[in-house]
């Protein structure tokens, strides 16, 4: 079974809109976090955002927010304000087994933002 | 702000022919990975280097790649007799500790294996 699972091969969005990429994952260990990293057609991998599985609150860095759903195990990237940069893939990966287990990052198959001016 | 860098960034090789490809992770940070990114696909984990010595190893990390942290400074991957499906970007990543938020990734080495 996929540990990541990001449905939208591809997304558009009007600059300065608001665009919602979707993350589901699946694990059973209690401990995990979330990353959500972009990838420019340049091709490095740029740190967003990420979510450990016991924070409370929904993390943000800036224009990033993740909509982090527990129970449905979602994790979500928000990105508000869309600027014409921001078009590139974005990858939402997993690390489970925070207090001592595995340090592999688990990356889902990645979304095609295009931001349209 | 410091960044991991990896060299070449590009490298083209024949089939068979063995390969290093180069990382400098950020100064203090302890612990190394690498991952590959086959064209168009997802990032998919490699290895994981700690004090000296593997910690984590994927299936595909098989007998043909090797990892070394030859000085104080470097962070090598080889791969012995490569093939045609090696054929991908390789990208290093470090972080000070296995506990941390993030690995910081270097800008990747995209190998041509023809």
């Given at each position: 079974a996929q540990k990541i699972t990001q449905t939208q091969p591809g997304m558009f969005v009007q600059e300065k809109e608001a665009v919602t990429l979707d993350c589901t994952y699946d694990t059973s260990d209690p401990s995990y976090g979330l990353f959500w990293y972009k990838q420019p057609s340049s091709g490095e991998m740029i740190f967003l955002i990420y979510q450990g599985s016991y924070d409370q609150q929904n993390a943000t860095e800036g224009r990033y927010s993740l909509n982090f759903q527990k129970a449905r195990k979602s994790a979500n990237l928000v990105i508000s304000a869309s600027q014409l940069g921001d078009s590139a893939m974005y990858f939402c990966a997993m690390r489970e087994g925070l207090q001592g287990g595995s340090e592999k990052l688990v990356f889902g198959k990645g979304t095609k933002l295009t931001v349209n001016p | 702000e410091p960044e991991v860098t990896q060299t070449p960034s590009h490298q083209v090789t024949q089939m068979g022919q063995e390969v290093i490809l180069r990382c400098v992770p950020i100064s203090n940070h302890l612990y190394f990975y690498w991952y590959r990114q086959i064209l168009g696909q997802k990032v998919e984990f490699l290895v994981s280097f700690y004090n000296n010595e593997i910690s984590e190893k994927s299936e595909?990390?098989?007998?043909q790649f090797s990892v070394e942290r030859p000085d104080g400074s470097n962070f090598t991957l080889k791969i012995r007799s490569t093939k045609l499906e090696d054929s991908a970007m390789y990208f290093c990543a470090s972080t000070y500790?296995?506990?941390?938020y993030e690995q910081y990734f270097g800008p990747g080495t995209r190998l041509t294996v023809t």
């Open positions: - | 595909i990390f098989d007998d500790r296995a506990v941390s």
